[in-house]
């Protein structure tokens, strides 16, 4: 693995460079007493989001840069190192939102708003109970799903309090826009609930599997919907494909009762699908069935999250090891082939590209 470094010894060595290149510039304006110190660049690498054990308080972040003259380096617990405070209880998700990180932190029923370049916390939007997913709608207004209430919250982007609800059925979980209209899932449903986001109101409902977990619209405009099933009745996962034009299910993949598929990602041209069922799967989007072999074989491992990077064929897959330890960040190329590993935070989760 390759050495990770500390948040505190970074800092100290850019805050130590931007100190000998301004003595050396005695002509310029006295500086600003409280500058935002740039930590991280934009697109110099991504945020790992490490879920943390439930109850343990110990969610984290991560960076990976992959660029510059860092490539190839983790650097943990970001967060707290700007902070002087833990990220919470059981961090679910995060968002980029007009420049800025919404990590939706579950248990701890809260999203931080953060400042990717330099970690600080800028916002806290509370009134949540076990939020889950954050969904932009426009430049001012934003869902969130919830899973301990049967409802949606609409956020206030312009002061990031929360501004209203949207009853639901049951409670929510994945969300996904396209085609002007709101998606969203249900870990108790097996619908895909269809939202106007105009007027705030449920419209339409879609049979697909219960417990969809994860969305992605493909190369050809089409909406993949995940599923993992429910195991108290139980009733098995699938994968549906659907149109979004009349919202009708153009095909329906099956999985069985013992699966638990996951984390539906696209690769950048939007022409193959990868997901989790305790190994990594791939497949094309015109496909007419699941894929039945793994692409990479989970055996020895506990696969927990997968994220590919923009505009390349490499990718990510989170080892949760225990789910007390920290976790492992495996790098793999575009043929399935290990690249690196680095220690990251327990639970590795999420991931967004800065």
């Given at each position: 693995?390759?050495?990770?470094?500390?948040?505190k010894t970074g800092?100290v060595?850019?805050i130590a460079?931007?100190?000998?290149f301004?003595?050396?510039?005695?002509?310029e304006?006295e500086?600003?007493?409280n500058?935002?110190?740039?930590?991280y660049?934009?697109g110099q690498?991504?945020?790992?989001?490490n879920e943390?054990?439930?109850?343990?308080?110990?969610?984290?972040?991560?960076?990976?840069y992959?660029a510059?003259a860092n490539?190839?380096?983790v650097v943990?617990?970001?967060?707290q190192?700007?902070?002087?405070?833990?990220?919470?209880?059981v961090a679910?998700s995060v968002?980029?939102i007009?420049?800025r990180?919404?990590v939706?932190?579950?248990?701890?029923n809260?999203?931080?708003v953060?400042?990717?370049?330099?970690?600080?916390?800028t916002?806290?939007?509370s009134?949540?109970q076990?939020p889950?997913?954050i969904q932009?709608?426009?430049?001012?207004k934003?869902?969130?799903t919830e899973?301990?209430?049967?409802?949606i919250?609409?956020?206030n982007?312009n002061n990031?309090?929360?501004s209203?609800?949207?009853?639901?059925p049951f409670s929510t979980?994945a969300?996904?826009?396209?085609n002007?209209?709101?998606?969203v899932?249900s870990?108790?449903s097996?619908k895909?609930?269809?939202?106007?986001?105009n007027?705030?109101?449920?419209?339409?409902s879609i049979?697909?599997a219960y417990g969809?977990?994860s969305m992605q619209?493909?190369?050809?405009?089409?909406?993949?919907?995940?599923?993992y099933?429910l195991w108290?009745i139980p009733a098995?996962?699938?994968?549906?494909?659907?149109n979004?034009?009349?919202?009708?299910v153009?095909t329906?993949?099956?999985?069985?009762t013992s699966?638990f598929p996951?984390h539906l990602?696209?690769?950048?041209?939007?022409?193959?699908?990868?997901?989790l069922?305790?190994s990594?799967y791939?497949?094309?989007?015109?496909?007419?069935?699941l894929?039945?072999?793994?692409?990479?074989s989970?055996?020895g491992?506990a696969?927990y999250?997968i994220?590919?990077?923009?505009?390349?064929?490499?990718?990510?897959?989170?080892d949760?090891?225990d789910?007390v330890?920290?976790?492992?960040?495996f790098?793999?190329?575009g043929?399935?082939t290990?690249?690196?590993a680095?220690?990251v935070?327990v639970i590795?989760n999420?991931f967004l590209a800065y």
């Amino acid at each position: 693995m390759k050495q990770t470094f500390s948040m505190k010894t970074g800092l100290v060595a850019v805050i130590a460079a931007s100190m000998v290149f301004t003595s050396c510039r005695r002509d310029e304006p006295e500086p600003d007493p409280n500058p935002v110190v740039p930590v991280y660049t934009s697109g110099q690498g991504f945020f790992i989001i490490n879920e943390g054990g439930f109850n343990a308080g110990n969610a984290s972040m991560s960076y990976y840069y992959t660029a510059g003259a860092n490539a190839g380096t983790v650097v943990n617990d970001v967060f707290q190192s700007a902070n002087n405070v833990p990220l919470g209880d059981v961090a679910n998700s995060v968002s980029g939102i007009n420049g800025r990180m919404y990590v939706v932190v579950n248990n701890s029923n809260r999203i931080s708003v953060i400042n990717p370049a330099n970690m600080v916390v800028t916002h806290t939007i509370s009134g949540l109970q076990s939020p889950r997913y954050i969904q932009q709608l426009t430049v001012t207004k934003a869902y969130v799903t919830e899973m301990g209430a049967n409802r949606i919250s609409i956020v206030n982007l312009n002061n990031n309090t929360i501004s209203g609800t949207i009853a639901m059925p049951f409670s929510t979980e994945a969300i996904a826009m396209t085609n002007g209209k709101v998606y969203v899932g249900s870990q108790n449903s097996d619908k895909l609930y269809v939202i106007d986001p105009n007027t705030d109101a449920l419209v339409d409902s879609i049979t697909t599997a219960y417990g969809v977990n994860s969305m992605q619209v493909d190369n050809n405009g089409k909406l993949w919907a995940l599923s993992y099933g429910l195991w108290s009745i139980p009733a098995a996962g699938g994968l549906h494909k659907i149109n979004t034009a009349n919202d009708s299910v153009e095909t329906a993949m099956s999985f069985t009762t013992s699966d638990f598929p996951t984390h539906l990602c696209k690769n950048p041209a939007g022409d193959s699908l990868f997901f989790l069922n305790f190994s990594v799967y791939r497949m094309s989007v015109n496909d007419a069935s699941l894929p039945s072999a793994p692409f990479i074989s989970g055996t020895g491992h506990a696969f927990y999250t997968i994220g590919l990077m923009p505009n390349t064929s490499n990718f990510f897959v989170g080892d949760a090891v225990d789910y007390v330890q920290r976790g492992v960040l495996f790098r793999y190329n575009g043929a399935g082939t290990q690249t690196d590993a680095d220690t990251v935070g327990v639970i590795p989760n999420n991931f967004l590209a800065y």
